[in-house]
């Protein structure tokens, strides 16, 4: 049998890994859930999950793909034949997810482009659903192939699979060591042009003002574990595979601390230049910042847009670098969702990586064209909905669960994260992972069903 593959260097594993975490989550995601649970005050529970969720998961993952060196599939087979299905299901939503978050990249890519013309025109809402995505009026429909979307679409697709045939250290790790540190210049740059537009020291204040009150909420804390599961790509067999390359004499506590809290920065510095310039369309329009506020879709394609057109110099380079940042943070992230499959693939059917990219990959890639055509709109939102409700917290709790209390594995694995880390974990990582971690998940998944069943 051949050398597993492995990464070059630490720093490459931790850019990998950051990249992965760094996404479309944090920069339209993140700052619209703190602003709606809590604004400043969100930073308790957004805390108090990073430390008691967040890292001590990502020290799990990545002591578990380590210890076990195979992809999510692989090592949970290795620590229990009867678990291995747990990690085909974190690769299946995977899989889904891939399909669809190609797609916004896509978008992405068509609209670092019409930046530097303001092609959107003035009604960006109606430019994005109808001219651009040509959304019909009826639902569920399959039309044809909207070429628009399909072109960025394929080299999202060309630029995923070609940096997954190159492998481990000469694909992904490069790849991420160009995209990331060329990402966060850019974010930089963005952030303090926001900073200093007018308008921004307001948006900035309703970011930050505390609404203590909202802390008391269970809401509150159920979006603060969903925020940091989704950012740090925990429970999507991702660490488990990414830490699965790395080399016997690797650091494992330590870099899950500088994963979390690097995404966690950038989520930070995403969140002030958002709202410095959600503050800045206020003051242009003459309204309160509340009005403008969106997440989503809807904040990368429909106001940032609107912003850039009444950007007062260069909005042609600022819309450029706002939409090539989306791009950049996405990429990585694509690379990283795609690998789980390629991976697991690979391992079971004894195939080489040539051969599970261009399987799973193009499967992929095909699957996701019915996104790309004139009713996919459509569909992308039902994938993205199938998935919340069914992917993540679900997958996290039976991980949890599993691990701690049925097959009992926690003190093998902080014997093993300890032996190689220089942070050594405690009694502390067993109770956040064996009764806190599952305590939160088991009361969301409760939620969802109430708000699904009730
Ligand atoms: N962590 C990524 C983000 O914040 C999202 C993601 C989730 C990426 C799962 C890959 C897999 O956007
Ligand atoms: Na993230």
Not at 132 to 141: A, K
Request: overall charge neutral; proline content about 3%.
């Amino acid at each position: 049998m051949s050398m597993r593959e492995q990464w070059g260097t630490r720093a490459g594993f931790i850019m990998a890994a950051v990249g992965s975490a760094i996404g479309l989550g944090n920069i339209w995601r993140f700052p619209a859930t703190a602003y709606e649970n809590g604004g400043g005050a969100f930073f308790i529970p957004y805390l108090f999950a990073l430390l008691t969720a967040g890292i001590p998961l990502l020290i799990l993952e990545f002591t578990i793909g380590h210890k076990y060196r195979g992809s999510a599939p692989l090592s949970f087979s290795r620590m229990n034949k009867k678990a291995e299905w747990i990690g085909w299901w974190a690769v299946f939503v995977s899989f889904v997810i891939s399909t669809y978050y190609s797609v916004i990249i896509a978008w992405a890519i068509s609209y670092s482009i019409f930046s530097f013309n303001q092609t959107w025109g003035t009604d960006t809402e109606a430019f994005l659903f109808g001219e651009y995505l040509q959304l019909p009026d009826v639902p569920g429909q399959i039309g044809a192939i909207v070429p628009s979307v399909f072109i960025p679409l394929i080299i999202v697709w060309a630029i995923t699979l070609g940096v997954l045939f190159k492998g481990v250290k000469k694909g992904i790790e490069l790849a991420n060591r160009i995209f990331i540190p060329t990402l966060v210049v850019i974010f930089l740059i963005i952030v303090i042009r926001a900073i200093t537009l007018p308008g921004a020291a307001e948006g900035l204040t309703s970011f930050f003002e505390p609404n203590f009150e909202a802390i008391t909420s269970g809401g509150v804390w159920v979006a603060a574990y969903g925020q940091i599961f989704f950012s740090l790509s925990i429970a999507f067999a991702i660490m488990i595979t990414y830490s699965s390359y790395l080399p016997k004499k690797s650091d494992i506590t330590n870099n899950a601390f500088i994963t979390g809290f690097s995404n966690s920065s950038f989520e930070l510095l995403a969140g002030i230049g958002v709202f410095a310039a959600l503050g800045f369309m206020a003051s242009q329009a003459g309204v309160g910042v509340e009005e403008v506020v969106a997440g989503g879709v809807g904040l990368a394609f429909v106001v940032f847009p609107q912003i850039i057109n009444e950007f007062p110099a260069l909005s042609g380079l600022f819309g450029f670098l706002f939409f090539a940042s989306l791009v950049l943070a996405g990429l990585s992230s694509l690379i990283s969702i795609s690998e789980t499959y390629v991976k697991g693939i690979s391992e079971k059917f004894g195939i080489s990586r040539t051969a599970a990219v261009s399987i799973g990959g193009g499967l992929a890639a095909l699957i996701s064209l019915i996104y790309a055509t004139d009713g996919g709109l459509y569909f992308l939102d039902a994938a993205d909905y199938f998935i919340n409700q069914f992917g993540v917290a679900l997958i996290g709790l039976v991980e949890v669960v599993a691990i701690a209390w049925f097959m009992r594995k926690l003190g093998d694995f902080q014997n093993h994260a300890n032996s190689i880390s220089d942070i050594r974990i405690g009694g502390w990582w067993k109770v956040c992972l064996g009764v806190i971690t599952p305590l939160v998940l088991g009361y969301m998944m409760f939620d969802l069903f109430k708000q699904n069943l009730l």
